[in-house]
Every structure is written in C-alpha cells, then in structure tokens.
C-alpha cells in the first residue's frame, strides 16, 4: 500500500524546493542586471548550487540497507517515480543531443522522437508492470529465474555492462561539455571535474539516493528547458506556447534555405568543399605515403621556426592532433572527406522527409531500433522495481510517459528556433560575428571559416556541433546569462540522473548479479553494498576516461546503446514474458547471436566503412535484433521445454494481481 502521508510530505518538501529554486533565479537576474554579476560567478553557482542540493539529498538518503540501495526500499510513489523515471530517462541525449540532432538534420532528426516516445509505450505495456510483479532487484535476476540457471543471467550481466556502459560515455560526454563552458576549462578536465557531481549521489545512497535525486533533477531540467524556447516564441510570434507556434519558424528556415541554395558565393563554398573532399580521397588512396610526408612537413616547419615564434603554437597542436598511424589517419581523412562531401552539396528543404529508399530505409531502421532498445534498457526498466505495488508500477509508467511528453513535444520548436536564429548568421561580415561564436569555438563546438575570402559568412562556412544548439540558444537570442547559465545546469542534470542510474545498474549487474548470485552467495548483505560503492567509483573513472576521447556526438552514442539493448535485451525479455516456449537455451543462444552480429556490424561499419543494405552505424542493431528472434524461437523448439514450474511462473506473471518472488522485505 501507498502511505499518504509519506506523498504528502514529499509534495510539501518538492514544493519548498521548486520556490527556491525559481527564487534563485530571479536574484541572479537582478544581480546580473543590477549588479553585473561575472558570468563565471554565475556558472559557478549553478554547477556547485545545483551539485550541493543533489549532494545534500544523497547525504540525507544514505543508507547500507540492501533494499534501500538497490531498489529505494520499494516504497516510491507513481507520481514521484515517474519524474525519476522520466529524469532517468531523458539524458543528456535527450536534453542536449535530440533538439541539436533535430536542428541540424530537419525531418531526418524526428526518428529520435518518434523511436523513444514510442518505446516507452512498449515498454509500459509489454514489460515493465510484470518485471515489477516479479519483484526482484535487476534484469539478470529476472533471466535467472525466468529461464533457469546461471549462463542465462551471466549473459544477462554480459550484455547489461556492455549497454549500459556505452550509454554512460554518452551522458559523461554531456557532463563534460557542460562543465567545460560553465567554468572555462578544457573538455578533457571537465569530464573529471564533472564526475564528482555523479559519483556525490550515486555512492552514499544507491538507488534511494538516486531516486530522490532524480526528482530534484527532473525539476531542475524541464524548467530550463522551456524558458529559452518560451521567450524565443514570444519574440518572434507573439505566442509563449511554443509547441504551437514554432510553424513560423519552419517556413522561415525553408525560404532561407531555398536563397542560400541558389547564391553564387554559396556555391563558391561548396565548390572549395568538394576541392578539399577530392585532396583527401587522394591522400587517403596515397596511404601510408601521404601520411608520412604530411608529418614530416609539420615537423621541419617547426623545426625552421625560431623559440619564440607565435606560429609554433599552431604547427604544435596540429602535431599534437595529427593522426599517430595510418591506420588513425585512414579513419580520420574518410570521416573529415565525408563532412567535406556533405557541405558540397546543396542544404536539403528542412521539413523534407527522406527521399531514397536508402535514407528511409535508415530512418525506418533507427526509429525501430530506438523504440525497442528503450523496451530494454536495464537502468530504465529498474525504476519499476521502486514502486510499491504492479500498480504503482502501471501508473508511474503513465505519469513518466506525461514527463517525458512536456520535454518532447518541445524539441522541435526548440530545434526550429534555434535553426532560425543559426540562419541568420549567414550574410553578416566576421567583423560582426557575436561573442558566443567565440566562447563555443574555445571548446570546438562550432566553427566559423572564411573560406572564399569575401569576408561575409555564407552557410557553407558555418561547422556547429550539434551539441551546443540546446546550450548556445539562449546566448544566440540574447538572453541575459543567467538564464544560458541555468541551461547549462538543466543538461547537467539530464546528464547526471542519467549516469547515477546507469552507474547503479553497472555496479549492481557485477556486485548482485555477478559476485553474489554466482561467485559468493554466502556474502553479507553490508559487504554486498560496500563492493556496489566501489564498483561505482571505478566504473565512473574507467567511463570518464573514455568519454575524454569523444568518440562520437552524444545521440548517436546513445543510439549504439539502444541499437545494442534491442538486439541482445529486449527479445529475451518479451519472449521471457509472453511465451511460455522459450526456454533457456534459446535464451541464451539468441542474446549470444544478437549481441556479437549488431557489435560486429557497427565495429565494421564505424571504423572500416562496411555498410549493409546502407543502414548506418546507429541502426546497427537492425541485423542483429530479428537474429536474436529467430534464434531464440528455433532452438527453444529444438530443445526440452521449460519445466512445468517455470511455465506455470510465466501464466502468474501476467496476471494483474499480486506477486510472483516478491523480496523478503516486502
């Protein structure tokens, strides 16, 4: 049962804490404005104001209880767990990567959309409220009692650290960003000095801490998320509901684009692009040759060059990045000619759906992946072990989806107007360019090249990564920067409830799941939670260090977890739910299959150029999903059914009421 008065007092406590919160920034307005507050000092206060408050919850929600710390002792209302699910749920990617994804690629971006709003559907309805009933503490803990033994849950723990690992580089890559503008530093520092903030909820309170924190954090990023947007509706249309009104903007970016198209100094610079993409085919097809003499002209223009000299600076950072093989060089030179071949060619109408069979097929691809690697994200799916009751469980799902919806529904007007406001850098000389085009190319967001020498920014000048148009949107429109600043600390939050919540899954699939259930089950439960802290700081270290390498753009790290959950999770689970046939066998084998054949495929298609019916890196999980299906089908038919008793286990899941293994300290 649900305690009233726990609710009530979570509402008057939430309450207390949105005030102040909405306090703090009208002083910081009023200080900047009155006072003229540093921005620095600003930043400052919204990276360590806002970590504090995640600080003292994790401080006050500490525990070394077993229930507490790996499911909040399940007791976390629906209303309640649904703003931490929807936290959980919407990571930097969603925060920061999607409206930037959304911006930059037009039609082609609502893929992102549509697969993760869909998914979640999926997986309110298909999963969630039984795993819930099932009543356990992960996913492999399910796997393990569903199928029978342990190979089922020791792949179960393979592929939950292989998921949720490659989504927490993505969500420490947006912790690095964003602590990099706020206080000035260099990415590879920021990513560090970000880690503090999640290890300071996740390592005192497990998911109790966790939770809680997450609902402060949900607060925190969907208010920043729609201030900018609502005052950039208001300024151009007369109508703060931007969710309707951001149709103004579309046809604006379409008139422009249709100018730009047919400008003959933008066809200038595409014509300098598609020079620059043919120099590095050459260089490439010249490898290891061109690499060798491209690196032995750096370094005897260095050497001619006196101590002192400014331009040594230059020749030194452009060793220092130039690529250490030809190998790196091969990889480097084909993604740079790929850029280069993309500006080339005209801008595409921005509300233009996919055109080739090849591009929807992607899209089609990408949008499937995405919603049914959401049904089967580890760290997703156990937010529902939180709750009371199956259903608390079925209505937190309900309030999540309503979480998420305020967040999603707004991308796309957040995207259109900050595409417009993008847009109308082209035609001003570099003399005029603002001061935020400079701040963001400090941390190599955004770059801004007078490439034809005519001193006017054409769009084929303009290189923005898509990660700075959420962040940079306020400072475009002129904003005050307290509200920039709040921005800031609105992905700073997506980014860390997320990866407290993956950080958890990690740390338990080896702490629970792997030295307990399987290697130790004589261990006491205070020395269970002591290595799930442990694991915590060194899984964050290892991710950090990782994330330093920025491998890719935010969405699609995330979309190569997702593509992975889907082919190796999801089928396990739904199959594991709604067909008493399956047996561990096929469980095994087809998560097995599932997993190596989507990993093979993107290692091959990100860094070797394979390609498979032209689906892209992100939707690689395309080929690995209906293989893991198939699979798992056959052999399970091939083989013994399931005992007697894991059938009838199967037929109780799926009633609506009670328990099936509920936790002894239910």
Request: charged share 15%; glycine share 8%; hydrophobic share 50%.
């Amino acid at each position: 049962m649900v305690d009233q008065s726990f609710v009530a007092r979570l509402k008057k406590v939430y309450s207390i804490y949105t005030g102040g919160l909405i306090a703090l920034l009208i002083l910081l307005y009023i200080g900047e404005k009155l006072f003229g507050l540093p921005p620095t000092f600003i930043g400052y206060v919204f990276l360590f104001g806002t970590i504090a408050v995640y600080a003292a919850i994790g401080i006050i929600s500490r525990t070394g209880k077993v229930a507490e710390y790996y499911v909040a002792g399940r007791r976390v209302p629906a209303v309640f767990n649904g703003m931490a699910t929807a936290a959980d749920w919407m990571s930097a990617a969603s925060f920061i990567g999607m409206a930037g994804a959304l911006a930059l690629q037009g039609y082609n971006g609502l893929a992102f959309i549509m697969g993760w709003t869909g998914g979640y559907v999926l997986l309110g309805v298909l999963i969630a409220p039984y795993l819930r009933k099932f009543g356990a503490y992960t996913v492999p803990d399910f796997l393990d009692a569903r199928y029978g033994g342990k190979i089922p849950r020791l792949v179960g723990i393979i592929a939950t650290i292989i998921v949720s690992f490659t989504y927490l580089v993505a969500q420490v890559t947006g912790v690095g960003i964003i602590t990099s503008r706020l206080l000035g530093l260099p990415f590879e520092v920021g990513v560090f000095v970000g880690l503090m903030g999640i290890l300071v909820c996740s390592f005192l309170g497990g998911m109790r801490a966790v939770t809680w924190t997450q609902v402060a954090q949900y607060i925190v990023l969907i208010i920043a998320y729609l201030i900018p947007v609502t005052v950039l509706s208001f300024k151009y249309t007369g109508n703060p509901i931007s969710q309707i009104s951001y149709g103004f903007a579309l046809q604006e970016i379409d008139k422009r684009l249709a100018q730009i198209k047919e400008d003959p100094k933008e066809q200038e610079v595409r014509e300098i692009h598609k020079k620059k993409a043919e120099e590095l085919k050459a260089k490439i097809a010249a490898l290891p040759q061109s690499w060798e003499e491209g690196k032995k002209k750096l370094e005897q223009a260095l050497a001619s060059l006196p101590e002192g000299d400014p331009k040594r600076k230059e020749i030194e950072k452009q060793l220092k990045e130039y690529p250490k093989s030809p190998q790196e060089a091969k990889e480097k030179w084909t993604e740079a000619m790929k850029k280069e071949e993309a500006a080339s060619k005209p801008p595409k109408p921005y509300t233009e759906p996919p055109k080739t069979a090849k591009d929807m097929a992607n899209f089609l691809a990408l949008t499937l992946m995405l919603m049914l690697g959401t049904a089967g994200l580890p760290h997703v799916i156990m937010r529902f072990y939180t709750t009371p009751t199956v259903r608390e469980a079925r209505t937190s799902a309900a309030w999540a989806l309503f979480f998420i919806l305020l967040l999603y529904i707004t991308a796309p007007a957040y995207a259109a107007f900050g595409r417009y406001e993008l847009l109308n850098l082209v035609g001003k000389s570099f003399a005029e360019l603002p001061s935020w085009v400079q701040k963001w190319a400090a941390v190599n967001l955004i770059t801004v090249k007078d490439l034809n020498g005519d001193g006017i920014i054409q769009f084929g000048e303009i290189s923005i990564h898509p990660d700075m148009v959420v962040l940079a949107t306020p400072e475009i429109a002129g904003l005050p920067y307290v509200i920039a600043g709040f921005v800031a600390a609105g992905g700073l939050a997506a980014a860390l409830s997320t990866a407290d919540g993956l950080l958890i899954t990690i740390s338990n699939a080896i702490s629970h799941d792997l030295y307990y259930k399987i290697v130790n089950p004589n261990i006491s439960p205070s020395t269970r939670v002591k290595i799930g802290k442990a694991l915590l700081l060194v899984i964050a270290l290892l991710g950090a260090w990782v994330a330093s390498f920025r491998l890719a753009i935010i969405v699609e790290l995330v979309a190569w977890a997702f593509s992975l959950a889907a082919a190796s999770l999801f089928p396990a689970l739904v199959l594991g739910i709604w067909d008493k046939r399956t047996n561990k066998y096929g469980a095994v084998a087809g998560i097995i299959v599932g997993l190596v054949v989507t990993l093979a495929y993107m290692i091959a298609s990100r860094f070797y150029g394979f390609e498979l019916f032209g689906i892209k890196t992100i939707a690689a999980g395309i080929f690995g999903m209906p293989l893991n299906f198939i699979v798992t089908f056959v052999v399970s038919r091939l083989t013994p059914p399931p005992p007697a008793q894991i059938q009838e286990f199967v037929d109780n899941i799926r009633y609506p009421k009670g328990a099936v293994k509920a936790g002894a300290e239910e």
